[in-house]
């Protein structure tokens, strides 16, 4: 009991769902491997950014020159191919499936 158009429809979003996952999949993958390969002093500068810390603050924190600190985040940014510290925090909490795109939530 059931219509072929609405089954029909039914495949079409199903299918549309696919592509979109599969989509934010492979972003989520290839962001994983640019994070990957970030040095552990990069790292060590990425988790205060992500967290809202200024350069300075920064520097103090792991006792580093504020040029230091300023490097190492343009490194970071370079490497992890976004513009902005608000791309960055995106990327990161994508890595960590702490985000997911609004049509994944549906």
């Not at 924190?61 to 510290?85: F, H, P, Y």
Request: net charge positive; aromatic share 4%.
């Amino acid at each position: 009991p059931y219509r072929e158009n609405e089954l029909w429809n039914v495949v079409r979003i199903a299918l549309a769902q696919d592509l979109r996952t599969r989509a934010f999949c492979k972003e989520r993958n290839c962001i994983r491997k640019r994070l990957a390969e970030l040095t552990p002093d990069e790292r060590s500068v990425m988790e205060p950014i992500v967290n809202g810390m200024s350069n300075k603050q920064i520097a103090v924190k792991l006792d580093l020159g504020l040029r230091t600190v300023e490097a190492r985040r343009r490194t970071i940014l370079s490497k992890m191919n976004v513009d902005s510290i608000a791309g960055l925090v995106r990327d990161v909490m994508i890595a960590n499936d702490l985000e997911r795109p609004i049509y994944q939530q549906l």
